[in-house]
């Protein structure tokens, strides 16, 4: 795998900003929880240049052990497909529920029992849906040590995460994201 420069930080905040993926207001969040901050990075995906700004900082943290990418549907899954194409990892897609018909499979893609496989997510908050693609991937038999995000919102990811065995890496935070030029 070839290296892969990474766009700085500010790039992937200020596409996040101008994206719109980045709101400041009073919102109610999935979990019910209030906020005066929504972030909402696929507002930034859905256009070609800003999902390859961020899937280039994405794959420039793809490390050399790395076996694949996984992520959860949906939010994760352009991420994981454009930085999969960069770096020439496979790819596995982790749903929110098995199938209720054929296989029942949490998961699309292979899974190498022992392979180090790198979670990739758009948001963390609390950590909820990441820990659940690793108990996901691990009961597959991978090797779950890192996770990457676009935002982590510091509201307890790093440390839940951090019990299970699993370093939280973020391209940038809610910190810095609050600090971001308008």
Known sequence: MTEIQA????????VLVEAGAVRFGEFTLTSGRRSDVYIDVKKAWTEPARLDLIARALAARVAPGDHGLAGMELG????????????GLPMIVIRKAAK???TRQRFEGEVPRGARILLIEDTATTGGSLVQSIEVLRAAGA???RA?????REEGARERLAELGVR???LTTLSELRGAPA
Request: proline letters at 9%; a negative charge; charged letters at 25%.
């Open 168 to 170: 939280l890496e973020a």
């Open 76 to 87: 994760a899954v352009p991420l994981v497909v454009a930085t999969s194409l960069r770096v």
């Open 148 to 152: 990457l995000v676009v935002v982590d």
């Open 100 to 102: 209720e018909h054929g």
């Open 143 to 145: 090797l779950v040590d």
């Open 7 to 14: 766009p700085p930080a500010e790039e992937v905040r200020r």
